[in-house]
C-alpha cells in the first residue's frame, strides 16, 4: 500500500533492461522434484507417445482417445478389487497455506531464496520446495513504465520466469495499482485486469488466474471473477463474495470456499515480528483440522522471521500441510471434480480423466488419488496427457502431474 509513496519518491528514473536474455526453462517444473525410491523408472516417465499403443493392446483394446488424460495402476498381481479415490486435497495432504507478496516486491527474491530450500513431499518420498506467490502491478501511474523493466526497484520479468520455475504464482494486482495519477484506468477494474493478464501473458507467456485487491478497492473482486479466475485475495475487500471471511477468521475450512471463485482473506502484516507472532498461532490451530487452511501476505520481509515461521512451520505440521500458491489448490480442486472413470482387468486398474471443461488458463492440471487393493502397486504407465507419476506401494498414493508452461 506505501506503493505510491515509493513510486513518487523514483521520480522520472529510468532503467533499462533488456528482456528475456536467456530462454525460460519451460517444460522442466518437475525438475525440482527430487527422485525418491518410488519415483517412476525413465521408461515410464517418459513423454507419452500418442501414435504408438501397440504396448499397450493386452490391457487396452480400445483406442486411446488424445482428448483425455489416462494412466494405468499396474498391481503385483490380480487387482479385482481394487478401487481409487481422487484425494480431496494435493498429496492426500490435511490443509494447506499461502504466502504472497504485494506489489512486485523485491523483498519477495529474499523469501525465494528461502523457501526453495524448505520442502514437504509428495507421499511417494520427493520434495517439493514451499512456494509463494508474487501480487504483480503492470505499469505505473506516474510515467506509465512497465514495473517488470525497473529491476532496482521491483521484480524483473526475468525473476518472474525463474519464480514460476520455482512453483511460485504470478498474481494479477491491476494494470495501474491506483484509480488516480497521471496514468489511470480510473476505477475501472474489469479493464485493469484484463490489460494486466494480457502484459504478463505478453511478456513472459503465463496466463494469471488469481488476483490481489490494490489497497481496499470494491469491485475488485468481482471483476475478477467476470474475468475468469478462480479467486481474489484483500484483507478487507470481497464485494460480498464468499468466503469473505475478513481477518478475524484466519484459519477457515476450505469447504466454504467456493469451488469456481473465492474472495479470501489474508493475514496481513508488514511487521514480521507480529507476522510470526500471528502465523505460529494460525498453524497451531491448523493442524488441529481438517481441509482448512490460512494465507499471509506482505510487501516485505524479514528474513529471520520468516526463518523461524518455516522453521516451526515444518516442525508443527509434520509433512501433513501443503505451503503452496493459492492457485495451484483452487485448480487441484477444479481437478479433483473432473469426470473421471475406472476400470479393472487382470493386474491393472485404467483410470480416464476428461478434462474438456477445463479453461485453458489452467497451469496445474495434478492429481492424487487414493488405491485400495489387496495387491500391491508396482508401477504407474502414463498412457495420455501426464508429465509424470510417482506412487507410493505402501499407502496407495498416487499423484499424476501435469503442468501448462506456456501460453500462446
Ligand atoms: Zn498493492
Redesign the pocket.
Known amino acids: 500500500?506505501d506503493?505510491l509513496k515509493m513510486h513518487l519518491l523514483l521520480g522520472l528514473v529510468v532503467i533499462t533492461f533488456s528482456f528475456c536474455a536467456e530462454s525460460c526453462q519451460k517444460g522442466e517444473n518437475h525438475g525440482q522434484l527430487t527422485p525418491g525410491s518410488y519415483n517412476l523408472p525413465p521408461e515410464d516417465s517418459s513423454t507419452t507417445n500418442k501414435t504408438d499403443t501397440s504396448h499397450h493392446d493386452n490391457t487396452s483394446p480400445e483406442p486411446l482417445d488424445p482428448t483425455k488424460m489416462s494412466f494405468e495402476v499396474v498391481f503385483s498381481n490380480t487387482a479385482d478389487d481394487a478401487k481409487a479415490t481422487v484425494a480431496e486435497l494435493k498429496y492426500n495432504k490435511n490443509g494447506w497455506v499461502s504466502l504472497e507478496f504485494?506489489?512486485n516486491s523485491l523483498d519477495a527474491l529474499k523469501a525465494e531464496e528461502l523457501l526453495k530450500g524448505k520442502f514437504y513431499t509428495d507421499g511417494c518420498g520427493n520434495n517439493v520446495p514451499y512456494a509463494a506467490a508474487l501480487?504483480v502491478?503492470g505499469r505505473s501511474n506516474y510515467n506509465n513504465q512497465e514495473m517488470g523493466t525497473m529491476g532496482d526497484y521491483y521484480v524483473t520479468y526475468a525473476q518472474m520466469k525463474t519464480m514460476i520455475g520455482l512453483g511460485w504464482d504470478i498474481e494479477n494486482?491491476s494494470l495501474y495499482?491506483e484509480p488516480t495519477g497521471n496514468y489511470n484506468n480510473g476505477t475501472d477494474w474489469a479493464k485493469n485486469i484484463s490489460e494486466m493478464n494480457a502484459l504478463i501473458l505478453q511478456k513472459i507467456n503465463y496466463n494469471m488466474n488469481g488476483a490481489?485487491v490494490?489497497?481496499n478497492y470494491s469491485g475488485f473482486p468481482t471483476a475478477a471473477k467476470n474475468f475468469g479466475y478462480l479467486f481474489s485475495s484483500s484483507e478487507s475487500t470481497f464485494d460480498n463474495l464468499a468466503p469473505g471471511l475478513g481477518d478475524y477468521q484466519k484459519v477457515a475450512s476450505f469447504n466454504l470456499a467456493p469451488l469456481t471463485f473465492s474472495a479470501f482473506n489474508r493475514i496481513f502484516n508488514d511487521d514480521w515480528s507480529k507476522m510470526e507472532t500471528d502465523v505460529k498461532s494460525a498453524t497451531a490451530t491448523l493442524i488441529t483440522r481438517k481441509n482448512s487452511y490460512f494465507r499471509l501476505g506482505s510487501?516485505k520481509v524479514n528474513i529471520n522471521n520468516l526463518q523461524n515461521i518455516l522453521d516451526n512451520f515444518s516442525s508443527v505440521t509434520k509433512d501433513n500441510i501443503l505451503f503452496l500458491s493459492t492457485r495451484e489448490i483452487m485448480e487441484y480442486r477444479v481437478m479433483a471434480k473432473l469426470p473421471i472413470t475406472y476400470k479393472t482387468e487382470a493386474n491393472i486398474l485404467k483410470v480416464v480423466i476428461d478434462p474438456k471443461t477445463l479453461p485453458d488458463r489452467f497451469r496445474w492440471r495434478d492429481l492424487s488419488f487414493i488405491v485400495t487393493s489387496k495387491a500391491k502397486i508396482t508401477n504407474i504407465k502414463n498412457l495420455n496427457g501426464i508429465d509424470k507419476a510417482t506412487f507410493n506401494p505402501e499407502t496407495g498414493l498416487v499423484n499424476i502431474f501435469k503442468q501448462k508452461t506456456i501460453w500462446q
Request: avoid cysteine; charged fraction near 15%.
Open positions: 500500500m506503493y504485494d506489489d501480487a502491478i494486482h495499482h490481489v490494490p489497497v510487501h
